[in-house]
């Protein structure tokens, strides 16, 4: 007998008809003997329509109403798949957030899990019924209901599972698992058994965008472990894990690709202290997020460039701010390019190797693929290149790490 915490996306919820899917799903784990809890997301689609609503009712609506119209989608699946349940004689309840309650910063419609009172569910699990609770959904201090932000249902479960020390928390998607790469652009990507929580994070944050990236912040913090797998078919998943776990470690786990930066270079700055934190701080306060920076070394002329990434949808706003500081930074011109992809190599295995950079370096310099800059951590390593060969060199090192699966 295990403790289980099963999540549905809106995908697995969209409709009566995959709401009874589901409660077969669950009913199935029931009758194996085990204590279920089931975190539910709105039907697809639903959670646009709301805040549709809020933003057609004012453009500048008050967040802690639009928290309260928002979290509705959930507390409506949640008592559907209740009853869906009960008919087929399964015991169930649905506990809504402000219930238990799940308590959250007041932070409205981002708010972060603070506490949840675990007592209630646990005892209700245990005498056979099933908790169904709304993902997505809390509670502030001062009694007001709360969302966590996009995509919260994730960590809503994972937040659950941690609580009632569940021995697993499963998140059903309409995706079977996660992948060596994306398999639209390589068909002989493979089927993960088993990743890290920090790959996970480095995969999520480069665009495999399968689970909430706060949810498997939060599964690492609580070691939760997670399984990420289909509700439309019965194959194993992907297990997101500790990485005492990962027994035979392969060098390189993942290829990710990221489409969404834009690249801004800072020509002819001064080598002296304070000009990084000239260029850097400005951009901080206009909330910009700043991901690669590569500052060469001066040598006669004491001036030098200063390369970096930002989102691109931030390109505009970001040479907007540097054009303002321009006296404060002083420099001779900006340059900017929106053409470029940032591909990363993600892996614990390089912690322990060498050369890895290297292979990445080679490969793509075989297929002729230029390297505009490269940032690395203890387990990634990535390069900007033109956005023109992403599909190909996420291609070739899929094959360079010995990554395609046997054909
Ligand atoms: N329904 C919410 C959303 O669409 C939360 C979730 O599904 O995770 O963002
Ligand atoms: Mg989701």
Redesign the pocket.
């Known amino acids: 007998m295990a403790r289980i915490v099963m999540k549905f996306?809106?995908t697995s919820m969209a409709g009566i008809e995959r709401i009874r899917n589901v409660a077969q799903r669950v009913k199935r784990e029931v009758d194996a003997g085990n204590e279920v809890a089931v975190v539910v997301?709105?039907m697809a689609g639903?959670?646009?329509r709301l805040v549709g609503f809020c933003r057609e009712a004012s453009p500048l609506h008050d967040l802690a109403e639009y928290d309260a119209v928002v979290a509705s989608?959930?507390q409506v699946t949640s008592g559907l798949l209740a009853i869906a349940l009960q008919t087929i004689g399964v015991p169930a309840r649905s506990w809504l957030g402000w219930q238990l309650p799940i308590r959250t910063s007041s932070a409205h419609s981002t708010a972060r899990i603070r506490d949840i009172e675990a007592g209630p569910l646990v005892e209700s699990m245990a005498s056979g019924t099933v908790a169904v609770i709304p993902?997505?959904q809390g509670l502030t201090d001062e009694n007001r209901v709360t969302t966590l932000g996009?995509?919260?249902?994730?960590t809503s479960a994972v937040a659950v599972a941690a609580a009632v020390k569940a021995d697993r928390c499963d998140i059903y998607t309409d995706v079977d698992g996660v992948y060596t790469t994306d398999p639209r652009i390589v068909p002989r990507a493979r089927k993960l058994a088993k990743v890290t929580y920090e790959e996970m994070l480095e995969l999520a944050s480069v665009g495999a965008k399968v689970l909430?990236t706060r949810s498997v912040e939060l599964a690492m913090k609580e070691k939760v472990r997670v399984q990420v797998l289909s509700s439309f078919n019965d194959l194993p998943g992907t297990f997101v894990v500790d990485e005492d776990e990962v027994v035979e470690q392969e060098l390189i786990t993942g290829i990710a690709y990221n489409r969404n930066e834009a690249k801004i270079t800072i020509v002819q700055v001064a080598d002296r202290p304070g000009v990084v934190a000239a260029i850097f701080g400005p951009l901080a306060e206009a909330n910009v997020n700043v991901d690669m920076i590569v500052q060469n070394i001066a040598h006669d002329t004491g001036r030098t460039d200063v390369t970096f990434t930002v989102p691109r949808t931030e390109l505009a706003r970001s040479l907007d701010v540097l054009d303002k500081a321009r006296e404060a930074i002083g420099y001779q011109k900006i340059l900017s390019d929106d053409n470029v992809a940032k591909i990363s190599v993600v892996g614990v295995g390089m912690r322990s190797h060498a050369g890895v950079a290297q292979t990445m370096f080679k490969a793509l310099a075989d297929r002729g693929i230029n390297i505009q800059a490269i940032t690395t951590s203890e387990i990634k390593v990535s390069v900007l290149i033109a956005e023109e060969y992403t599909e190909l060199a996420v291609r070739v090192l899929h094959t360079a790490y010995g990554l395609d699966a046997a054909a």
């Open positions: 996306g809106g997301s709105a639903e959670t646009d989608g959930e993902g997505f996009r995509g919260g249902s994730d909430q």
